[in-house]
């Protein structure tokens, strides 16, 4: 059974900085692309950051890029999204997922977890 646990959400005033971590499960983990989607309340899920199965290759939104950093460690089984420079619009529930082929479309992912709230303070 595949599981996608996402982790490390929590509440930050604008301007820190947050690490959210993903652990995988019940998949071959190191053969996998990761991505990071967000979904703020009334508004589409979208594209956060991709890393390719090796951790050679990311891909950013234009939002975030400069300043989040994805990761992963694949003797871990694990994806990280380092968030610094918060911002208010960073609010949202963050979304970890698992794909075959290098995508950076919400369909193209195979897998999802559960999601964990990041909720950016003034």
């Known amino acids: 059974q595949v599981q996608l646990a996402e982790s490390g959400g929590g509440l930050v005033q604008a301007g820190g900085s947050l690490r959210v971590s993903c652990a995988a499960s019940?998949?071959?983990?190191?053969?996998?692309?990761m991505g990071w989607f967000r979904q703020a309340p009334g508004k589409e899920r979208e594209f956060v950051a991709a890393?390719?199965?090796?951790?050679?290759?990311?891909y950013y939104a234009e939002s975030v890029k400069g300043r989040f950093t994805i990761s992963r460690d694949n003797a871990k089984n694990r994806v990280y999204l380092q968030m610094n420079n918060l911002k208010l619009e960073d609010t949202a529930v963050y979304y970890c997922?698992?794909?075959?082929?290098?995508?950076?479309?919400?369909?193209?992912?195979?897998?999802w977890g559960q999601g964990t709230q990041v909720t950016v303070s003034s």
């Open positions: 997922a698992a794909a075959y082929l290098w995508t950076t479309a919400a369909t193209g992912y195979k897998y």
């Open positions: 019940g998949l071959p983990f190191s053969s996998a692309h």
């Open positions: 890393i390719n199965w090796n951790g050679d290759r990311t």
